[in-house]
């Protein structure tokens, strides 16, 4: 939800990590409450938890042009 809802796994994971890419950086990501709350395991670990919430329903695809993930109903719950 910080980051806009647009964005795919492999960029919420650095987020998560606290990667600062060349994007994160430029976006302003890097400042938000969240970049860097989960060093604690590894950007494939995140990336593979969020294409679990993608399968369980509670991400869902964000745009069909350009992907990403949102929250939908199941993950507000």
Do not use: M, N, P, Y
């Not at 976006?27 to 670990?45: E, M, N």
Request: proline share 0%; net charge negative.
């Amino acid at each position: 939800v910080r980051t806009g809802e647009r964005f795919g796994a492999a960029h919420l994971a650095a987020v998560l990590t606290g990667e600062a890419t060349d994007t994160i950086t430029r976006l302003g990501h890097d400042s938000l409450k969240t970049f860097g709350v989960g060093r604690d395991r590894d950007k494939r670990s995140w990336q593979t938890t969020i294409r679990q919430l993608f399968a369980a329903g509670a991400l869902a695809e964000a745009s069909e042009e350009h992907g990403g993930f949102r929250l939908t109903e199941k993950a507000e719950e």
